[in-house]
């Protein structure tokens, strides 16, 4: 069947440029996940949501990210006045539930130059 | 102070032969989650394993199993008969509930990842 799949693969943007993320999770999977991943480093977790609603925002790195998923399914990051800093792969991950594990999409590479 | 700890940066292990991978973890909370992840050079993260913190039996996937030991905070990677494709970094990752607002929020963190590579 089909995995979480994210849009664009590759991304370079200019500084101070906004740039939109998106991700596609597993069919009927409730929970989304993003996650930031810069070069030969952890994840870093951005957001979680369950069905729409993102009970915590604490995760973003700054006021300049939001995210938003509508309908159950489709999620986009949002990146603001893009920073060097950003740069970064993006992850994305569904699951069926809060306590079942999480499959990831293939990421979106960031670069702002 | 670091949630997860992973104190092997780098492990080595020859093909065929069983190998652990180290994670420690810290939380107050009663309810919480243990994963480990493979992230092969391609930059996939694949799921591995999962541990409810109230799960009783360590959980067990193919050649992949975790030790779990709650008392000592740590959830050990053991992957038996090692082979070339298990060449890949290995991160270990805790949910915990921080917060009850609605449908609940959660706290989802991982370690810095271990490297394995597995020598013919």
């Known amino acids: 069947g089909a995995g979480v799949s994210q849009s664009p693969s590759n991304k370079v943007t200019e500084k101070g440029k906004d740039v939109e993320l998106r991700c596609d999770p597993i069919?009927?999977?409730?929970?989304l996940y993003w996650y930031r991943q810069s070069l030969g480093q952890g994840l870093e977790f951005l957001i979680y949501?369950?069905?729409?609603?993102?009970?915590?925002k604490s995760g973003l790195p700054s006021d300049r990210f939001s995210a938003e998923r509508t309908g159950g399914s489709v999620s986009t990051l949002t990146i603001q006045r893009t920073q060097q800093e950003d740069s970064a792969v993006y992850l994305c991950?569904?699951?069926?539930?809060?306590?079942?594990?999480?499959?990831f999409g293939p990421g979106t590479r960031l670069t702002v130059t | 102070a670091q949630k997860i700890t992973q104190t092997q940066p780098g492990m080595f292990v020859q093909e065929k032969e069983a190998v652990t991978l180290d994670c420690t973890y810290d939380t107050s909370d009663q309810s919480y989650g243990l994963f480990w992840y493979k992230q092969p050079s391609s930059g996939e993260m694949i799921f591995l394993i999962y541990?409810?913190?109230?799960?009783?039996q360590n959980a067990t996937e193919g050649r992949y199993s975790l030790n779990f030991q709650k008392a000592r905070k740590s959830a050990n990677l053991v992957i038996s008969a090692s082979q070339l494709g298990d060449s890949a970094m290995y991160f270990c990752?805790?949910?915990?509930?921080?917060?009850?607002?609605?449908?609940?929020?959660?706290?989802?963190?991982f370690g810095k990842g271990t490297k394995l590579s597995v020598i013919p």
């Open positions: 949501f369950q069905g729409n609603s993102a009970p915590d």
């Open positions: 991950a569904s699951s069926l539930g809060t306590f079942t594990g999480q499959y």
């Open positions: 541990q409810g913190s109230y799960d009783e």
């Open positions: 990752a805790m949910r915990e509930r921080v917060a009850y607002s609605g449908a609940g929020s959660y706290q989802l963190t």
């Open positions: 069919s009927g999977h409730t929970a």
